[in-house]
Nanobody, 115 residues
Framework: QVQLVESGGGLVQAGGSLRLSCAASGIAFRLYVMGWYRQAPGKEYELVVTITRDGTTNYANSNKGRFTISRDNAQNTVYLQMNSLEPEDTAAYSC?????????WGKGTLVTVSS
């Protein structure tokens, strides 16, 4: 059974930081492209960042320089360090694991940034 379990969300003031984690089980984690996506209230899902199995990253322009993704293949975990958070970053953040046409999603963790 595949599980992606996110943690680390919460309420933070603008300018603050949060670190999200996504622990994966039931997949050959090291082979998957891992990613973070988010959905703000009333908006569509959008890419935050992805990281390939060799560590190549692809950031959305809105968070370049503020967010950092990393992966620990030994722990089957992907992280998202978010700094200089803005109210516009308020969203449900979901973890994604992709390998070719196969996609798995976590249930998400809520990030709320107050002004």
């Amino acid at each position: 059974q595949v599980q992606l379990v996110e943690s680390g969300g919460g309420l933070v003031q603008a300018g603050g930081s949060l670190r999200l984690s996504c622990a994966a089980s039931g997949i050959a984690f090291r082979l998957y492209v891992m990613g973070w996506y988010r959905q703000a209230p009333g908006k569509e899902y959008e890419l935050v960042v992805t990281i390939t199995r060799d560590g190549t990253t692809n950031y959305a322009n809105s968070n370049k320089g503020r967010f950092t993704i990393s992966r620990d293949n030994a722990q089957n975990t992907v992280y998202l360090q978010m700094n200089s958070l803005e109210p516009e970053d308020t969203a449900a953040y979901s973890c994604n694991a992709k390998l070719n046409s196969v996609n798995f999603w976590g249930k998400g963790t809520l990030v709320t940034v107050s002004s």
